[in-house]
């Protein structure tokens, strides 16, 4: 059963490059087996990489406010532009604009698929008073 949501993480997420494609002048793929692999590569890089980049990063990002998360989420797209052929970014402006905008569809690809998942509401117990 844990293939499901993987499987579905990764349609998500080349769905998201595929729109980024169709929006960004400076993204593109050569074609939908450059796509899938590149989908795959990121969400592989988001795990992996991207923790590591961000716990060097911690002292930068605290300063900036965790906006230099950005940047990092930008070299993660094109780390991944880098390893796959077909996949081209004309430059960080483009890599950065693209990883905001994929960040966002993949918020709510994840907010819609979570809807009806009891694991992803919050319990909170009966009666607790916030002040």
Request: zero cysteines.
């Amino acid at each position: 059963m844990m293939l499901v949501p993987f499987l579905l993480h990764w349609a998500g997420t080349a769905v998201s490059l595929w729109l980024a494609d169709r929006l960004f002048k400076g993204l593109r793929f050569d074609g939908a087996r450059a796509l899938i692999i590149s989908a795959l590569l990121l969400g592989l890089a988001n795990a992996i990489v991207r923790p590591v980049l961000v716990l060097l990063t911690l002292p930068l990002t605290l300063v900036t406010f965790g906006l230099f998360l950005l940047v990092i989420n930008a070299l993660m797209l094109m780390l991944v532009a880098r390893l796959v052929r077909g996949f081209t970014i004309a430059g960080f402006g483009t890599a950065f604009l693209a990883s905001i905008f994929i960040g966002v569809l993949s918020l709510v690809f994840g907010a819609l698929l979570s809807i009806g998942d009891p694991g992803a509401e919050v319990q909170m117990p009966h009666g607790t008073v916030w002040l």
